[in-house]
Nanobody
Framework: QVQLVESGGGLVQAGGSLRLSCAAT????????MGWYRQAPGKQRELVAR???????NYADSVKGRFTISRDNAKNTMYLQMNSLQPEDTAVYYC??????????????WGQGTQVTVSS
């Protein structure tokens, strides 16, 4: 079975930084893409940042210049470095991965979510 394990959320003051981590474990042959999504109360889940393959990245306009997504392919781990955090960044952040398993099954897997709270 595959699993996405997230860490790094917490409470930070505006202007501060956090780094989120997401490790994909299990019978994985290839990670096609990984990304971070977030959902604030009363809002729809939205894409924050995504990396396709090893280098093709996408960012929401609201986080460009502040957040950086990266992958450690050897560890099947994804990171989101969040700088200059603002109260509007407050949300539950979810890790997502498009996986090809060694059984050749395709999986769209989600983590459990980690709370990020930014105070004014």
């Amino acid at each position: 079975q595959v699993q996405l394990v997230e860490s790094g959320g917490g409470l930070v003051q505006a202007g501060g930084s956090l780094r989120l981590s997401c490790a994909a474990t299990g019978n994985i042959f290839r990670v096609n893409a990984m990304g971070w999504y977030r959902q604030a109360p009363g809002k729809q889940r939205e894409l924050v940042a995504r990396v396709i393959g090893n280098s093709n990245t996408n960012y929401a306009d609201s986080v460009k210049g502040r957040f950086t997504i990266s992958r450690d392919n050897a560890k099947n781990t994804m990171y989101l470095q969040m700088n200059s955090l603002q109260p509007e960044d407050t949300a539950v952040y979810y890790c997502n991965a498009d996986l090809l398993l060694r059984t050749l099954e395709r999986r769209d897997e989600w983590g459990q979510g980690t709370q990020v709270t930014v105070s004014s």
